[in-house]
């Protein structure tokens, strides 16, 4: 069975700190990992990432996938309270099957 | 526009009824999803379907039924056998069937399932 572990489950953080949000899988046939923010209601999609060593980056968000190490993480540098939100990570096996982790409630407070 | 539509948005049922829950897309995506949200749990998958006519468990699947009649169309059914119906439920897709390429996961709006 496919298994996404987000670490940690939750975080509390300053205004204008930097954050390291983990995630760690085990799947067959892994195609894809992918990161989504979620805020009150749906799923909003961050990054796809298919490649090991191949940083992805947008604005003050940036992720790198290891799959020696079957893990990747999610950056936030220079946090604002609007980055307040669920972070998802979701691996992608076979036949299109997505797999969601638990997430990573990150709060940021003034 | 195109997009992932979800209907309705609150869903009320008494205990011992079933209910449908609407997904429709005009993305022209092959693949759909059902997920579910509890509080603390992440998004657990439900059914999955790749191509009309044809669909697969997820991890929780009892107590739900889906069908895949149609390309746009991925309605899901909770049954009265479904323990613990009350939840955020989720539709959503993946685009085409050109694997490598960029397939983002749109997701719809949810719909909000309470059981009275």
């Known amino acids: 069975e496919d298994k996404v572990v987000q670490s940690p489950l939750s975080l509390v953080v300053h205004e204008g700190d930097t954050v390291t949000l983990n995630c760690s899988y085990e799947v067959t046939n892994f195609r894809s990992l992918l990161w989504y923010k979620q805020e009150k209601k749906a799923p909003t999609f961050l990054f796809m990432l298919?490649?090991?060593?191949i940083e992805k980056k947008s604005g003050r968000l940036s992720s790198i996938l290891d799959k020696k190490e079957l893990s990747s993480i999610l950056n936030i540098t220079a946090t604002q309270t609007g980055d307040s939100a669920i972070y998802l990570c979701?691996?992608?096996?076979?036949?299109?099957?997505?797999?969601f982790g638990k997430g990573t409630l990150l709060t940021v407070n003034p | 526009d195109g997009g992932i539509t979800q209907s309705p948005k609150y869903l009320f049922r008494k205990e011992g009824q079933n209910v449908t829950l609407s997904c429709e897309q005009n993305l022209n995506h092959d693949a759909m999803y059902w997920y579910r949200q509890d509080p603390g749990q992440g998004l657990r998958l439900i059914y999955y379907?790749?191509?009309?006519?044809?669909?697969q468990k997820g991890d929780i699947a009892e107590g739900y039924s889906v069908s895949r009649e149609k390309k746009e169309s991925f309605p899901l059914t909770v049954t009265s056998a479904q323990k613990n119906p009350t939840a955020f439920y989720l539709c959503a897709s993946i685009g085409g069937t050109v694997r490598g390429g960029y397939n983002e996961q749109f997701f719809g709006p949810g719909t909000r399932l309470t059981v009275l």
């Open positions: 298919t490649s090991s060593g």
């Open positions: 979701a691996v992608e096996g076979s036949n299109y099957k997505l797999t």
């Open positions: 379907s790749q191509i009309v006519n044809d669909f």
